[in-house]
Structure formats: structure tokens, C-alpha cells
């Protein structure tokens, strides 16, 4: 008995001990890093632990070695991490389209303009149409509109399409006016067809005057779309981002996502609203709310009006450099049918919004039909120019305001210029924004700005350009803290989205979206901040970039 008693013990034991020192399996353990977690508390730790592609655990790197055997072991060498930057409004068709096209960004003038025209026209002679984007007249001798004289004299056999850096104007020629059978001017909803003082065609076209042409571009057949769509997502992926809200997409762009996620062709989440029309409304409210693992379909945008810098945003009072107030793109009696119909549905509504007019009109319309207490996260994109009284608004009705920091820091060299001193104390104003509703959700605007999110976190927190221009920052009483920017494009991005409980922080259970830097954004010196270099990203534990 003795004997059996203690063969028992004996392999008890033995059981034990193999309990004990046996570790769980799992996929990937990074740890000697400085890990920026962004929960509550912003807690920091040194490791974290990935299985199935979501976090299970964090804490101190010798302890979780110890814990775990996991299949892969990162050493960050002390480098920083952070959730996966989440982008809270871009445009990736457009960015994904602007990288074949004629690049006008920074043009210093008109002469500029066509020599890139004729350096492109002549590497790509296959081409049908010649499209473009980026100009900006504010930053050429006169600051006066182009117009279409120079390219009918030198381009006159092809269509061409310009847009403005802000996409709400473009240049075309006459042979892109044809192709549209436009031959005078003529009224447009919610657009302006522009036109010389002796009421001709001046080649100009501001919102949505601008369909009228740009329908007859040729699409890309879908083969070639996701190709395109697969290197902007590596571009994205290069600067850490994980995640993006795709602010404004027709059916078919939609449709078009749907097939490429559902092949596994697309990694980069994506939070795509859809472009709001009556039909689209109607479409979407009878076939309800999409939600796969990287690609959302539950809110519509809306578009109150056009853009500071060609004048199209809808103002209270006149422009103080031009006699006009600008436009709404659609009737605030539109607007209110639409959003009634949307707010007895589970569908978010977001509204680009960037005059005070339009601003105050959206604030007002949402506050007509949001429910108090009820949690619809109803947004404001851009939410640029704001009157006094109206801030007070954002925070009585929950209104999230998402907002792009860049666009104050590539407006400020002329935005006074279209305001006056008066009415900037309200534009860009995103501290008074933040303290209204307790949160912001950054993004970039991209490609109208460029999608790294480091220019954002430093315009947002310093408040000048690449230059470090202006000493001491622009309107820099409206700067946000460090902590405040990287939760802008982390977990108030994801709350923004209905996301917050799966991903925008590193606490176990969420998504295993992060980043690895090779500077600590929360430390180093303000003008440093945009060469920040990413060194690895990470969409649901599995590398997506590294940095060779």
C-alpha cells in the first residue's frame, strides 16, 4: 500500500509540475518597448501578447516571456507603441485615383500648372482624358482663378479635369465642356458654372456644377481598381494607419468594397459612409446596415456646402474678400426630409459642414430630431467655422465633431483673408470644440491633405506648418494637448465609428491593431514630429508593413 501510495504521489506531482510549467500557446509576443495602451487610465507597460488576432495580455516583458510560448517574439528594442492609427475621414478612391493623376499639389502659379500638364501628357500618351488635382490659386503671384484660355491653346484635342486641392472646383477645358455638351452658362443646384465678364464660359466649376463633367471620365474596370486600391492601402499601411473612414461613397464604390473584402483583397479597416441621396436613403434603409470584420456600412454623409478656399462655403454674412456668402448644395427643406428620414433609422448621420450658415443649419436640423440620451453619434465633418453661440450646440445635442488639423495649418496663410479678424476666433477652434462635446475625432481629409497622421498630431498640437511657421503656433490658444491628439486618432476615432469596444486602445480582447514608431510622439521636440518614421504596422496581429 505504501508502495502504490507513493507511485500516486509520484505522478501527481509529476502532473503538477508539468501544469505548472507548461506555457500557453499563442501567436505573438512583442516586447521591450514603450507601449502607449490608451485605455482610461493611458496606461503604459513594456510587452503585449497577441492570439486569434486580438490582444490577451499586457504588463511587464520578463513576465509575460515567462507566461507565454508564443509562436513569434518581436524585440522593440525599446522603440514605441501605439494602437493603430485610425484615420476619421479621407477618401480613398479619390487617393487611390490621385496617385496616376496629374499632380498639382504646391503649383506656384498658372505656367507651373501647364508645364506638369505637359510633362504628363507626354509619359502617358495612352491616355483619354487628362485628370488632376491639387491646385490652389491662393498660392500663385495673383491668387486669381485660372481659367480655360491657356489650356484650349495648348492641350485642345484632349478633355482635360483639374480639381482644386479641396476637390469642390475644377479647371476643364472645351473639349471636357463638350464631351458634357455644355456650351453657355446656365443655373445650377447647389453649384456655380463661372464665366468671364463678357458671360462666356471661363472653364471654372465649383460643387456640384462639377458632376456635370466629371460623370463622363471613364470608370476603371475592377480588376484595375483593386490594384490601385491595394498600393494606397500599403501607402496608408507605411504610416501606421489601421483603420479609415471612407467619408462618401457612391453604391457602386460600396459595392465594389464589398467583393474586395469578401475576397480578402483589402486588409485596412474601413468605415465607409455612404454618399447621401434620395435614392441611396432609399436603398440602403430597405437592405439595413453592413458589418463585416474590415469593412462597415452604418452611416450616410451628407453635404451642406462647398469649401473656404473657392468660396463655396456658405457664410452668415458676405465674404470679406468677395460679395457673396457662398452656397448651400442643397435646401435646408432637402436636408431636413433627408435627416428626418435617417433619424428613424439605425443609420449615423455625417455632414460635411464648413461655414458657419451651413454649420449652424446642420446643428440645428440634427438637434430637431436627435432623441436626448439616445446614442446616435451623430456627426459634423469639418465643423470649421463656427459662430459664438452656436459651440454650445455641439455639446446639447451630442454631437461628435470631427475635424482635420492640417486644413488649419495650409489655411491660415489666407483664411483671414476670406473671413476677417472677427470671424477666425471661431474657425479652426478645435480646444472649443473638444471642451464642448469632451472628445474630437482627427483625421486628414486625404488626399486634399497628405494622410500621414504625424502632420496632423503636430498641426494639432503646435499649430504651424512643416516650416514650424508661425512662431508660437497658429491661433494657438486652440491647440490640444499630445494625449488628447493621440486619443483623437485612436479610441475617440473609434468611438466616433461604434468601434470603441473593439479596437482604438490596447486592452485585451480588441482587434491586435498597433504600431510600432521609431520615436515616442508623447516626447520628442514639437519639430520633429513629422519625420517620425514607422517602423511596423500591425492589422489584427499580422505584420502588414515593416519598414526595410
Known amino acids: 500500500m505504501r508502495k502504490a501510495g507513493l507511485y500516486i504521489w509520484i505522478l501527481l506531482s509529476t502532473l503538477s509540475f508539468f501544469s505548472c510549467t507548461t506555457n500557453q500557446q499563442i501567436d505573438l509576443i512583442v516586447y521591450n518597448a514603450k507601449v502607449y495602451t ?4 493611458f496606461r503604459t507597460v513594456e510587452a503585449i501578447a497577441i492570439n486569434n488576432g486580438v490582444f490577451i495580455d499586457r504588463g511587464n516583458s520578463q513576465d509575460l516571456l515567462n507566461k507565454y510560448t508564443a509562436k ?13 492609427f485610425y484615420d476619421s475621414h479621407g477618401h480613398f478612391f479619390l487617393l487611390a485615383d490621385a496617385m496616376d493623376e496629374v499632380n498639382l499639389l504646391g503649383t ?17 500618351p495612352e491616355k483619354k482624358w487628362i485628370v488632376g488635382n491639387g491646385w490652389d490659386q491662393n498660392l500663385w503671384p495673383d491668387k486669381k482663378f485660372p481659367t480655360k484660355d491657356s489650356l484650349d491653346k495648348y492641350f485642345p484635342e484632349i478633355p482635360i479635369f483639374l480639381s482644386r486641392v479641396d476637390y469642390h472646383a475644377a479647371l476643364v477645358n472645351s473639349k471636357a465642356l463638350a464631351a458634357a455638351s455644355i456650351d453657355s452658362v446656365f443655373m445650377v443646384d447647389g453649384g456655380l458654372i463661372s464665366s468671364n465678364e463678357e458671360g462666356k464660359l471661363d472653364g471654372i466649376l465649383v460643387d456640384n456644377a462639377m458632376k456635370l463633367v466629371s460623370e463622363h471620365i471613364p470608370l476603371e474596370h475592377k480588376d484595375v481598381l483593386v490594384k490601385m486600391l491595394q498600393r494606397t492601402q500599403d501607402s496608408l499601411f507605411s504610416v501606421g494607419l489601421t483603420s479609415i473612414v471612407d467619408a462618401g461613397l457612391t453604391e457602386q464604390q460600396i459595392d465594389y468594397l464589398k467583393v474586395f473584402y469578401n475576397a480578402d483583397s483589402l486588409q485596412i479597416r474601413n468605415y465607409a459612409m455612404v454618399a447621401a441621396n434620395p435614392k441611396s436613403v432609399k436603398n440602403y434603409l430597405r437592405s439595413g446596415t453592413f458589418e463585416s470584420e474590415r469593412l462597415t456600412v452604418r452611416s450616410f454623409k451628407l453635404m451642406a456646402d462647398g469649401a473656404l478656399g473657392s468660396r463655396g462655403a456658405c457664410l452668415l454674412h458676405p465674404y470679406h474678400d468677395a460679395p457673396t456668402n457662398g452656397f448651400l448644395l442643397q435646401s435646408p427643406e432637402e436636408f431636413d426630409k433627408l435627416i428626418k428620414e435617417l433619424a428613424n433609422s439605425n443609420f449615423q448621420v455625417n455632414t460635411h459642414a464648413i461655414g458657419d450658415s451651413a454649420n449652424r443649419l446642420i446643428l440645428d436640423t440634427y438637434g430637431k430630431y436627435l432623441k436626448q440620451g439616445k446614442d446616435r453619434r451623430w ?28 486644413h488649419a495649418t495650409s489655411d491660415m496663410y489666407w483664411a483671414e483673408d476670406r473671413l476677417g479678424h472677427d470671424r477666425m476666433k471661431g474657425a479652426y477652434a478645435y480646444r472649443d470644440l473638444l471642451e464642448q462635446y469632451g472628445l474630437l475625432a482627427l483625421g486628414s481629409d486625404f488626399p486634399v491633405e497628405h494622410y500621414n497622421p504625424m502632420y496632423g498630431f503636430h498641426a494639432a498640437v503646435a499649430r504651424v506648418d512643416k516650416n514650424n511657421f508661425p512662431k508660437g503656433g497658429f491661433q494657438i490658444e486652440n491647440a490640444i494637448t499630445r494625449e488628447q491628439a493621440l486619443r483623437g486618432m485612436t479610441i475617440w476615432a473609434a468611438y466616433a465609428c461604434f468601434q470603441e469596444k ?3 486602445s490596447i486592452e485585451k480582447g480588441k482587434d491586435a491593431d498597433f504600431v510600432l514608431l521609431d520615436e515616442d510622439i508623447m516626447q520628442v521636440a514639437p519639430e520633429k514630429l513629422r519625420n517620425i518614421k514607422t517602423l511596423q504596422t500591425f492589422v489584427a496581429g499580422e505584420s502588414v508593413f515593416k519598414r526595410k
Not at 38 to 41: A, F, G, L
Open 379 to 406: 456627426r459634423i465633418e469639418h465643423a470649421q467655422i463656427i459662430a459664438p453661440e452656436d459651440f454650445k450646440k455641439f455639446k446639447q445635442f451630442a454631437i461628435i465633431p470631427s475635424v482635420q488639423p492640417t
Open 72 to 84: 513569434e517574439k518581436i524585440d522593440a528594442q525599446g522603440k514605441f507603441i501605439y494602437p493603430g
Open 38 to 41: 490608451v485605455d482610461s487610465s
Open 502 to 504: 473593439k479596437r482604438g
Open 108 to 124: 506656384a502659379s498658372y505656367d507651373d500648372l501647364l508645364d506638369r500638364l505637359r510633362k504628363y501628357i507626354a509619359a502617358n
